[in-house]
């Protein structure tokens, strides 16, 4: 029986282990924010970074940011995108849309975005977004 205890004992043991190196090597890399300030610009990120651009947006109004384009899609992926509510109670104020993206492997992207109202196609967007990504 106790020989029994010390075999499971070790089994759990072992795959503790295995999670927590899996866990540690499963891309926790850090995490670059950037705003509408780094339109037209260039980051650099490591392979398993985050890539985090927050835009203001005002869903009330009926616009909204897309994504374009990403230019190497095995170099950067979209991981996420959300919108963030204004912390206020007034009708019709504007909040944030988040977008998340991660850093696969060496290369260079790019990433381009447009501010419009979807249902009004053909139309060009009031605003654009557009970053390279270069990943060492």
Known sequence: ?????WIVFALVLMVGIAVGV????????KSINVD???????????????LVVTLASNVTTGYSWSLTGIGDE??????G?????????????????????????QGTSTI????????EAGTPPIETFGLTVVVN
Do not use: C
Not at 22 to 29: C, I, Y
Not at 112 to 119: A, D, E, L, N, V
């Open 22 to 29: 899996m866990a540690a090597t499963a891309g926790g890399g």
């Open 1 to 5: 029986m106790r020989r029994v205890i």
């Open 112 to 119: 381009s975005m447009g501010y419009s109202r979807p249902w």
């Open 81 to 105: 995108n959300q919108y963030i509510a204004p912390r206020t109670n007034l009708v019709g104020a504007g909040g944030q849309e988040v977008w998340t993206f991660k850093a696969l492997k």
């Open 74 to 79: 095995s170099v950067l992926q979209k991981s």
């Open 36 to 50: 509408t300030s780094y339109s037209g610009k260039q980051v650099e990120l490591s392979v398993g970074d985050s």
